[in-house]
């Protein structure tokens, strides 16, 4: 299905080396990370968009160094880098990441299935809308409109891309939130205008 989703070409934003930077964060997860990694290189490879996978480890005590280190050669695509503790991942990955896009998502969900980024990459990166989140699975964001969102976020486990949709809504961006149900909803920026100036006074 990947191969039938290719993307037209487009002007990258102005600073951005990528179309794509994947942040994976990763605590103890050696049977799921080198997985995750090796597939969404070859789904992002089939819709012909340039990537880097930036894989954070979050104080990882097993051998999941050395399943990514094996990769290397075959996903020159990927880097891996720290944070300073579980939950910090997306925080660290996002300041480092070079992409027009970033997606977020977890060796285990990344292992499994992939369905539905490429679409929301494709509109995405025509324009339409600022991020979309299929909740419990991933997040796909422009990296410049929603940089701030991610600075200083503790995230953690399933409940991370709830935080996230919060976060994202707050700074006014225009939203796609997938249920578990697989139904989208479009939050308009007029309707949190008045709701994003009041979290910013408070915070």
Do not use: W
């Not at 660290?92 to 896009?101: H, N």
């Amino acid at each position: 299905m990947a191969a039938r989703l290719l993307l037209t070409p487009c002007t990258m934003t102005e600073g951005a080396r990528f179309d794509v930077s994947v942040i994976l964060p990763f605590g103890d997860d050696e049977e799921a990370v080198g997985i995750a990694v090796r597939r969404t290189a070859e789904y992002l490879r089939a819709l012909k968009l340039s990537f880097e996978i930036l894989a954070i480890d979050e104080d990882s005590g097993d051998n999941s160094h050395a399943v990514l280190a094996l990769l290397r050669a075959d996903v020159p695509e990927v880097r891996v880098t720290h944070a300073s503790g579980r939950g910090r991942g997306v925080d660290v990955g996002a300041a480092r990441a070079q992409g027009t896009l970033l997606i977020v998502s977890t060796p285990d969900v990344a292992s499994a299935s992939l369905d539905g980024v490429g679409e929301a990459c494709r509109r995405l990166l025509a324009g339409d809308g600022d991020a979309e989140i299929a909740l419990g699975r991933f997040t796909v964001a422009h990296r410049i409109r929603s940089l701030t969102a991610f600075r200083g976020a503790r995230l953690v486990g399933a409940a991370m891309h709830r935080r996230l949709v919060k976060r994202l809504q707050v700074r006014n961006l225009v939203l796609r939130v997938a249920g578990p149900t697989g139904v989208a909803t479009k939050s308009a920026v007029g309707r949190l205008r008045a709701f994003a100036a009041r979290a910013s006074r408070q915070a």
